[in-house]
């Protein structure tokens, strides 16, 4: 079927089969162009940026067309939680409106399927680092005998970090293919094999850019070929794709490849004593070098000091010496066979890091610490050319990226950029949500620059009378994990709200807690900024302490910052403010859910009204009116609450 632009109107009106099917739907403006833009760059072979605010309804925009297309559809999201929503709730929701039954799969990296070869080499060895691996192994194995599809995803009670993970997963290192066992019942087999055959396939932004980079090397096939590619969550994509372009190596690889060759020998070569001794010998060595390394969380240029050139030369000189005895036996089991490969690649990896400094400009060495793990990295500045040379293979294909934060002061440039993407059609549709009559916009006065020492505290002072009269009900959220620990100091030796602070539960379980108590303060940074839904009147204050520029500790964007200086460029205008307006899209966008939502964004960054840059962010920000007027904005809030207790005595009755 080929739809019109009357069709889609029509299914999307007052009288189509939306309103019909769901009790709450309104036709919206945003949603019809977008849908309508989506449709004709389908039939046209062409391809479309669209920024759709929230409220807009962009998930449908986009799944209505592509249904109707009958085409072979790939939607790739920003992460695994919105893919399973995506594929559990909003396609089969959209498929039964428009009652269509295509074949559709969804498909994740092979590390969130269970092995079952990994577990039985786990259990057949009994090596797990504690105990709660070993409880963990044990839900896994009872759990695996049931599952139909080995996606780990559904075991709820298995954290996201638990420790058992890599004893019950594959990598495409330590896979054995064709030469495994348990070949006949691999979930990630079937997983493949049911995404090859779905006329809609929904994945996640690792897994696409995976098979690009693999497709572009020659090597295997993850994706069917595609007519359509739809990227949601699009403002991800690159920096997703600098994993994907650069090389790595990892204390985790080493340990589990050196756990992997131990195991081997106990249990298949056993007369290759040394393959234990010389995998023994590595581990350590990998172990030293990260005591010699910062020793708290760290993210740094590669700038290695006489002493860490020494260490790095010692775990190179292991790493050598175990890939000659792993190579003497490489033919001897496949385990050993994939070993071999994966030494080769550690050893032209630390190869980069033990070069001169790179002075070409175009490749970034450096490195992060964890706290008992490291990661050396080298990453290209730009990944452009790279990613537009990669989807050279479905050049006819149609690619529709969309997002709700990927213009900055209403131009795309910044995010075409990016990707290199120049010939591409643009769209910005705005919220869908009256944010002048929903919002206010407050910047309190008095504040110092958020350089001060102090403006952490003085910034909570200032905010603490806004959050009496809403009576809770605030996300604080914060550009460091260092002003996040002094407020949440701060706040429990008050004792005045019930104070939920990251890190000290589960995201999910922090949310929970927030919706459940009305009077919660929840502190946050890092992952709260994006993809947190609290609609109603849980949540009617959102402050945002500073301008959220990325850290300095960033050696990437650092890379980036001297190569646009020697180009004559300016990189504060050029990198830093675009990547700080796109971060404080996101931020805001936790306060206003639904049409039904009011509420105060609080940001005490005086920089946002007293420096020139500050009318870039204004800009870029949805139509909220703006104050600095303690007074009114206390005024907005308790006639929010007054609102709410009226409807809460209402139902009562």
Known sequence: MIASDADILELLGDAGPFAAAKENF???????????????????KTNLLVEAGTGVGKTFAYLLPAILSEEQIVVSTGTKNLQDQLYKRDLPAILKILNRSPLTALLKGRNNYVCDYRVESTLASGRLPDPIAV??????????????????????????????????????????????????????????????????????????????VLKEDGFGELLPDTDVFIIDEAHHLAKTAYQFYGDSISSRQISELCRELELEYRTQVTDCRDLMLEAQRLAKSAKDFRLILPQYDTKDDWLPSPEVIRELDELSLKINKLFEVVKMNSTRTKVLESCFERLMVMRNTLTEFQKPALKTGERVNWYETMKSGFRLHTTPLDI???????????????????????????????????????????????????????????????????????????????????????KGRTFILFTSHRALKQAAEWFKEQQLFDC????????????????????????????????????????????????????????????????????????????????????????????IRSVHDRGVICLTDPRIVG???????????????????????ESFLADIISSHEKERNKSDE
């Not at 420096?611 to 904005?633: A, D, H, Q, W």
């Open 500 to 591: 939920l602070v990251q890190g000290e539960a589960s995201k999910l379980e922090l949310l929970s807690q927030f919706e459940a108590n009305e009077n919660s303060v929840l502190l946050a940074t890092g992952s709260f900024w994006e993809g947190v839904d609290v609609s109603g009147d849980n949540l009617i204050l959102v402050v945002i302490d500073k301008l959220p520029f990325a850290p300095p500790d960033d050696p990437i964007l650092n890379a980036k910052i001297k190569q646009c200086n020697q180009l004559g460029k300016n990189p504060f205008m050029e990198l830093q403010i675009p990547e700080a307006v796109l971060s404080l899209k996101q931020g805001c966008g936790r306060l």
């Open 135 to 212: 409880k963990h192994l044990n839900l896994v194995n009872v759990w695996r005998e049931k599952t139909l599809s080995g996606d780990l995803g559904e075991l709820s009670v298995l954290p996201e970090n638990s420790p058992v993970l890599p004893y019950v997963t594959s990598t495409s290192e330590n896979c054995l293919g064709q030469d495994c066992p348990f070949l006949d019942k691999c979930f990630v087999a079937a997983a493949r094999e049911k995404a090859r055959k779905a006329k809609i396939l929904v994945v996640n932004h690792h897994l696409l850019l995976a098979d690009l």
């Open 384 to 470: 452009a050319g790279m990613f537009q040379q990669s989807r050279q293979r479905y050049q006819a294909s149609s690619w529709i990226m969309t997002s709700a934060t990927l213009s900055v002061n209403q131009s795309f440039d910044h995010y075409q950029a990016s990707l290199g993407w120049e010939n591409i059609v643009t769209l910005n549709l705005p919220s869908s949500f009256d944010y002048f009559k929903q919002s206010l916009l407050y910047v309190p006065r008095g504040l110092p620059s958020p350089r001060n020492n102090q403006h952490t505290q003085l910034a909570i002072e200032k905010v603490l009378p806004l959050i009496s009269v809403a």
């Open 611 to 633: 420096k020139p840059y500050g009318e870039i962010f204004l800009n870029s920000l949805p139509n909220m009116r703006r104050t600095r007027e303690r007074e009114l904005v």
């Open 26 to 44: 309104k036709p919206r403006k945003e949603q019809q162009t977008m849908a309508i833009a989506v449709n004709q760059a389908i039939l046209e």
